[in-house]
């Protein structure tokens, strides 16, 4: 089993380029979630699906979106990138047990 | 006051030394606690869950002070795998939602 895998590893974007990260599981998990982390901030959740075709906001979801068509996969969209945007970017998925997630190898993404 | 506070660090201890770190939290309701590692420049994983009657594995051991709020993680006979960030989390029950709070992580360097 891959676990959870993220795609791409690196990008450098700049301002006003759009993108989509790639979440993808094979563990069969209900629940999905997308994470930036940066220095000083620890992990803040942005958007969480607790199913497929269902998504929500978590604590910092402006500029971003997200969308769940299939079980396995979930995306992150940037629409219109900014430099506030530069981060590591975290994928986890989870079954019911919310405390227990397993983490992609994150995306590390620069806005220039 | 932050929902989820832990000391930076970096914690530098010797080799086979035993080493404890606190994390405390603000909502007297959350339910569940949970210790991550994050290696640098890598994704968190799973450590140990916190129970109410604490919890050992090998050389780890957790606690909860639901009294005082806090719980902790201690390390004996470090080895320098050891090395790595130790992050707290938190679970709270919110409406219909369960709500996972990263705490922004222990630095811990295990010295020969």
């Known amino acids: 089993n891959a676990g959870v895998t993220q795609t791409p590893k690196f990008r450098v974007l700049k301002t006003g380029q759009s993108m989509t990260l790639l979440c993808a599981q094979d563990?069969?998990?209900?629940?999905m979630y997308w994470y930036r982390q940066d220095p000083g901030m620890g992990l803040r959740l942005i958007h969480y699906?607790?199913?497929?075709?269902?998504?929500a906001k978590g604590e910092v979801p402006d500029g971003y979106n997200v969308s769940r068509l299939k079980k396995q996969n979930f995306l992150l969209g940037l629409e219109s990138a900014a430099p506030s945007q530069t981060s590591v970017y975290f994928c986890?998925?989870?079954?019911?047990?919310?405390?227990?997630?397993?983490f992609g190898p994150g995306t590390r993404l620069t806005v220039t | 006051r932050k929902e989820v506070e832990q000391d930076p660090g970096p914690f530098n201890v010797p080799e086979g030394a035993t080493v404890a770190f606190n994390c405390t939290y603000s909502?007297?309701?959350?339910?569940?606690f949970f210790w991550y590692r994050q290696d640098c420049r890598k994704e968190p994983k799973l450590l140990m869950s916190?129970?109410?009657s604490g919890n050992e594995d090998g050389r780890f051991t957790a606690q909860l002070n639901r009294a005082s709020q806090y719980i902790s993680l201690l390390i004996r006979d470090s080895k320098l795998s050891d090395s790595a960030t130790y992050l707290c989390?938190?679970?709270?029950?919110?409406?219909?939602?369960?709500?996972?709070?990263f705490g922004t992580g222990t630095k811990l360097q295990v010295i020969p």
């Open positions: 909502n007297s309701a959350s339910q569940s």
């Open positions: 699906s607790v199913g497929e075709g269902t998504t």
């Open positions: 989390v938190v679970m709270v029950r919110v409406g219909g939602y369960q709500k996972v709070t």
């Open positions: 563990m069969n998990h209900e629940y």
């Open positions: 986890a998925s989870s079954t019911d047990r919310v405390g227990e997630q397993y």
């Open positions: 916190v129970y109410s």
